[in-house]
């Protein structure tokens, strides 16, 4: 399985804040890499697939960049509503696999 | 817009078998341009792709977990089901079901169902 290593595994912010979270994964994973945001108690939401691209009704303040195997996302103005823990996820091969999470908190 | 609910025991005893169903609405199992997925989340493992299945009956499960897994479609009710067997305290998790088109590869997973917790205790 590919293993996808996440930096740091928390972050404490402020609203207003710019805040960067790395991941890398064991092989190259081309362009096959999403970032999900889950709130306690609730499923992951989709944020970014294929590094980039923002999912339907995610805010612009979110951004994803990188290639290979290190990949960032970026949350440019943090609001109190991004207050969560994010993962990164390959889907590259067979099984997928995700980040161990950052949390993201006050 | 396309909404998944799990449903099924929350508590079993070790060794007896994990039965899941999510029914979907607002989209249809049968649609050849998605997967259909299981997923669980546990402290010790974190989020961890159980396996998944398509219209066309072609399955995919993880390797860690495929002795024990089987998957099924039910088309007339719009659901899809798990099976896990023989489980133990480490099969304890949050259960979620979710979609994945099938352009992303091995799953991008864009619809999640709010989860089913799991619990395994004698």
């Known amino acids: 399985d590919i293993q996808m290593t996440q930096s740091p595994s928390s972050v404490s912010a402020s609203v207003g804040d710019r805040v960067t979270i790395t991941c890398r994964a064991s092989?190259?994973?081309?362009?096959?890499l999403a970032w999900y945001q889950q709130k306690p108690g609730k499923a992951p939401k989709l944020l970014i697939y294929?590094?980039?691209s923002l999912q339907h009704g995610v805010p612009s303040r979110f951004s994803g960049s990188g290639s290979g195997t290190d990949f960032t996302l970026t949350i440019s103005s943090l609001q109190p509503e991004d207050f969560a823990t994010y993962y990164c996820?390959?889907?590259?091969?067979?099984?997928?696999?995700f980040g161990q999470g950052t949390k993201v908190e006050i | 817009q396309v909404q998944l609910q799990e449903s099924g025991p929350g508590l079993l005893k070790p060794s007896q078998t994990l039965s899941l169903t999510c029914t979907v609405s607002?989209?249809?199992?049968?649609?050849?341009?998605?997967?259909w997925n299981w997923i669980r989340q546990s402290a010790g493992k974190g989020l961890e792709c159980i396996g998944r299945?398509?219209?066309?009956?072609?399955?995919d499960y993880n390797p860690s977990l495929q002795s024990r897994v089987t998957t099924s479609l039910d088309t007339s009710r719009n659901q899809f089901s798990l099976r896990l067997t023989s489980v133990t305290a480490a099969d304890a998790a949050v259960y979620y079901c979710?979609?994945?088109?099938?352009?992303?590869?091995?799953?991008?997973?864009?619809?999640w169902g709010p989860g089913t917790l799991v619990t395994v205790s004698s």
């Open positions: 979710a979609r994945a088109p099938i352009a992303s590869n091995y799953g991008l997973f864009d619809s």
């Open positions: 607002g989209g249809t199992v049968s649609s050849a341009g998605y997967y």
């Open positions: 299945l398509h219209s066309s009956g072609r399955t």
């Open positions: 092989q190259g994973i081309s362009n096959w």
């Open positions: 294929a590094v980039y």
């Open positions: 996820q390959q889907a590259n091969s067979f099984p997928p696999t």
